[in-house]
């Protein structure tokens, strides 16, 4: 007896919809990646150059091999560049849409303040915030539910990190105040 074939579907009522505007084309995103890739290959040429990139009386010099794969990287952006500049013509895919680009800023920009906050309440603090935020706005799971497992996820690293390995971790005020 076979089964029938069923497909399973599961719908995200938060998706992107399909007729969001889009923000930037994948050719813009291209050429300010290679932009900033070739801005980065000249710095460390140019710093490569600086410290030596020569051979000397015992090998190569620090800097050679740096300075000769920064200059790999360049040629590399000037080609993807050039590839850009001659294909200009043809019409270039979206990149992101405005709906898109609002689900990654709801990670980046959180993620970006969790970075700053443990520079002064320490990783255990910033991390309970950071579980407990995304919990409730971005999860939308209740808020006793966030703060427990929050709490929970923090305690756990604490015990785990600060106690049982004796791992160095940024702490801030809280565990100071506990003696730690």
Do not use: H
Not at 93 to 109: A, C
């Amino acid at each position: 007896m076979s089964k029938p074939e069923t497909e399973i579907v599961v719908d995200d009522p938060t998706a992107p919809a399909e007729d969001s505007p889009a923000v930037s084309n994948k050719r813009r995103v291209e050429v300010v990646a290679l932009l900033l890739l070739l801005a980065l290959a000249m710095l460390l040429a140019y710093d490569n150059r600086r410290t030596g990139m020569s051979w000397d009386a015992t090998g190569p010099q620090a800097g050679y091999f740096p300075f000769y794969l920064s200059m790999i990287l360049a040629a590399a952006c000037l080609w993807g560049l050039a590839r850009e500049f001659f294909t200009r013509s043809l019409k270039s895919e979206t990149f992101v849409t405005r709906d898109q680009l609002r689900r990654v800023l709801q990670v980046f920009v959180p993620t970006l303040l969790f970075c700053l906050a443990m520079q002064w309440l320490g990783l255990y603090v910033a991390s309970f915030l950071l579980i407990a935020g995304f919990m409730v706005f971005v999860g939308r799971i209740a808020a006793w539910k966030s703060l427990v497992t929050a709490l929970l996820f923090s305690l756990g690293m604490f015990v785990t990190f600060q106690i049982a390995f004796d791992v160095i971790m940024p702490k801030g005020p809280l565990e100071a105040l506990f003696g730690y």
